[in-house]
């Protein structure tokens, strides 16, 4: 296109708005536009990224045209970054290396705008009439993603009379009909009045449209409000960059849609939000702000508790689920299930999940639930659920007729990938139910083939389910009849804690005087600082940080702990055959590398060891140790844990010592004895 062209294209077809866009874009996004001029590809869509807090210090007016009027300037603005492009493609240093692009599409990031605020920002059930037309921006689960479709955006017609041309664009409140006007649009001095126009061939400009639905999450709502969901047109662009479980922030311009017409059902408009700009916060989410000055308190914590590094741990575990007293071991089993290990692949892509899952199992009232509860306010993602309100489908994926075409909806399982899951009384789950889930603990992919539909969706979730037993719980039974539990499932727990109330005078004495506030606080000034150091946020910060910083590997000196102990376990296993499996190995390095990071550490001493092993111990029905912990409700915290942890210790590797097939650790145990065993890095 030479000068004369351009100049004549200036001043009769551009509006006068475009004009001062056109002006913005040289100013601000030169570098955006020149990169689109250099690419290749002439039939691409391409986005042209604006934030909107810097147009609004720029140019405050035309900030405020496109909040209130989007409709209009979305458009003028994707014609002006074409027609700037234009511009940019004449200049002498570019002539003739690019190639002209006709679509280039604006989008706008509201992040860190004043359209975060809650008027233009509202959440999905909030949202009205009044927020229709404007610019708005809502947050919410992907729970639906359609296929994507091809959609006829525009087409250009011809007067007839004075052959003025004129593109129409088709409404999608009346389901993509296209509405030609009564009479010839064309300004003129004169006015045309022509009524007959034809469809220009080859001038049908057509798009990549995808349906998705967002539901809001169900973390920020009240008790008892049901979670609202709305349908988000996703076009171009922005097709097929999220998937079903992602969160997500999307800015667009509300309309509404004519449901489809069906016999004797109603004719209604559903809301739908035309999505101009989409942002994916699953890595934001996970992301949690860790200020340098917080990882040096981690850093000085540690430092302090150097000679005694388990009354730091208890520390820290005093700070979970600080409303229920003592219940140190179920404290530590769930400390150690929301860190994890390690996954490991091996050469020929084989994964080893790194998360932990851990079954709860026990009397009423011994805050089984309290603790899912809390599990799930110190993860990033979570999902609660009860087994007797989730079938197969809820917890896995639905698939959902849709306008006459099949499409999946995500699940629970799939809806807290790469977070956690809680199901409460999972007990009163059906049996095929259960074993849906079988797949998503072990391999943490969710197979698929419905209604034509065959895919794998990934689930790496923790589960944390919490059941009551079977009647009275009777300890001379294997756990698989007092949990009416299959074999299979309970193998794939880590952890079985068993909560048994057992009547104990001493016991009931204390926490009476606990819950009444009677008991007196009896720790020093330093570890009262530390106890208060400890709250919900700085919990959720820690185990955020150990487990992107460290990557524990074992040492000579756990794996032979962890091997004899096995060992041991495989040959007295006659009651817990179920849960004396090759997963069991998997469980012990897997604990082992969770308390290492939970210590702060990247190597797995014989401490995590042992303490995974203790772990593992107090899940069993019938030990084959001595039961050196007693019933897991009734564990407090002891007031010098290191030195209980050398007793344990000793005890533990005297039995380990019966192990034939070990002599050496026999003389490593003898050489060195408990005292130095407890030499522990930090």
């Known amino acids: ?30 570098d955006q536009l020149r990169s689109i001029a250099l690419s290749l590809d002439p039939k691409i869509h391409y986005p042209l990224f604006i934030e909107f807090a810097e147009l609004l210090d720029a140019d405050p007016a035309l900030a405020h045209n496109v909040y209130y009027k989007p409709d209009k300037y979305l458009r003028f603005f994707d014609y002006a970054a074409v027609l700037a492009q234009k511009e ?43 927020h229709r037309k404007i610019l708005l921006t809502l947050k919410g689960t992907v729970i639906r993603s359609g296929a994507v479709k091809m959609y006829e955006g525009e087409r250009t017609y011809i007067c007839k009379k004075c052959k003025h041309m004129f593109p129409v664009h088709p409404e999608l409140e009346t389901r993509n009909s296209v509405t030609l006007p009564s009479i010839c649009p064309s300004q003129r001095s004169i006015p045309c009045q022509g009524t007959n126009f034809q469809n220009v061939a080859n001038t049908t400009v057509c798009h990549d449209y995808q349906e998705i639905k967002i539901q809001e999450s169900t973390q920020v709502l009240g008790v008892g409000v049901i979670p609202r969901s709305i349908l988000v047109i996703l076009m171009d662009d922005l097709v097929d960059i999220v998937k079903a479980g992602d969160d997500v922030i999307v800015t667009g311009v ?10 004797d059902v109603r004719c209604d408009l559903d809301r739908v939000l035309i999505a ?35 009354k730091g741990r208890n520390a820290i575990l ?9 219940l140190f071991t179920v404290k530590l089993a769930v400390a150690l299930t929301l860190i994890g290990g390690v996954q490991h692949v091996d050469a020929s892509g084989t994964k080893v999940r790194g998360e932990s899952h851990l079954l709860l199992v026990g009397d ?32 896995t994926v639905t698939a959902v007729k849709d306008g006459g075409e099949w499409m999946l909806e995500a699940g629970a399982l799939v809806l807290a990938d790469g977070g956690l899951c809680c199901i409460d009384e999972f007990d009163s789950m059906r049996e095929h139910d259960r074993a849906t889930i079988h797949e998503a603990m072990e391999q943490q992919t969710i197979s698929v083939a419905k209604a034509g539909l065959v895919t794998t969706l990934s689930t790496r979730t923790i589960v944390f389910g919490a059941t009551n037993p079977k009647g009275h719980y009777d300890p001379d039974q294997p756990l698989s009849v007092n949990t009416t539990l299959s074999g299979p499932l309970l193998s794939r727990f880590d952890i079985v804690l068993v909560l ?15 819950i009444l506030a009677e008991g007196e606080n009896k720790r020093g000034e330093q570890d009262e600082d530390w106890a208060e150091f400890w709250s919900l946020p700085m919990l959720r910060r820690y185990i955020h940080y150990v487990k992107g910083h460290f990557k524990p590997t074992l040492t000579k000196e756990a794996e032979k702990v962890i091997s004899s102990y096995y060992q041991l376990q495989r040959r007295s296993a006659t009651q817990n055959a179920a849960r004396t499996t090759v997963r069991m190995l998997e469980s012990l390095i897997r604990l082992g590398q969770a308390h290492a990071r939970l210590m702060f550490r990247n190597e797995v001493t014989k401490l995590d060891a042992i303490t995974a092993i203790l772990c593992v ?28 942890y050398a007793k344990q210790e000793q005890l533990i590797l005297e039995k380990l010592r019966s192990v034939d097939e070990f002599p050496d650790l026999n003389d490593y145990c003898l050489q060195s004895g408990s005292h130095n065993c407890m030499n522990v890095k930090v």
Not at 5 to 27: C, G, H, K, R, W
Not at 282 to 309: C, G, H, R, Y
């Open 1 to 30: 296109m030479n000068k004369t062209t351009m100049s004549s294209l200036e001043t009769d077809n551009i509006p006068v708005e475009v004009t001062s866009i056109l002006d913005y874009l040289a100013a601000y996004h030169s």
């Open 88 to 130: 940019v493609l004449r200049d002498s240093i570019f002539h003739g290396k690019g190639v002209e692009k006709k679509f280039i599409h604006v989008r706008f990031n509201v992040s860190g705008s004043p359209l975060e605020f809650p008027e233009a920002f509202p959440s999905i059930g909030r949202v009205r009439v009044n």
């Open 254 to 263: 509300l309309t509404a849609k004519w449901s489809p017409d069906l016999k």
């Open 276 to 310: 101009n700009h989409v942002r994916r916060t699953n890595e934001l989410k996970s992301d949690i702000d860790i200020p340098n000055d917080v990882i040096m308190k981690f850093n000085q914590f540690w430092a302090d508790f150097k000679d005694t590094p388990l």
């Open 318 to 326: 005093q700070g979970i689920c600080p409303q229920v007293f003592g």
């Open 364 to 395: 009423p009232g011994t805050g089984k639930s309290q603790f899912l509860k809390f599990a799930a306010k110190l993860s990033n993602r979570s999902v609660i659920t009860t087994g007797l309100g989730s079938t197969s489908a809820g917890l």
């Open 500 to 514: 048994l109330d057992t009547k104990n005078p001493e016991w009931d004495a204390v926490v009476s005087s606990h």
């Open 617 to 644: 111990e107090s899940s069993m029905t019938t030990s084959a140790i001595v039961d050196s912990i007693g019933n897991a409700l009734h564990s407090n915290f002891t007031e010098e844990p290191d030195q209980e």
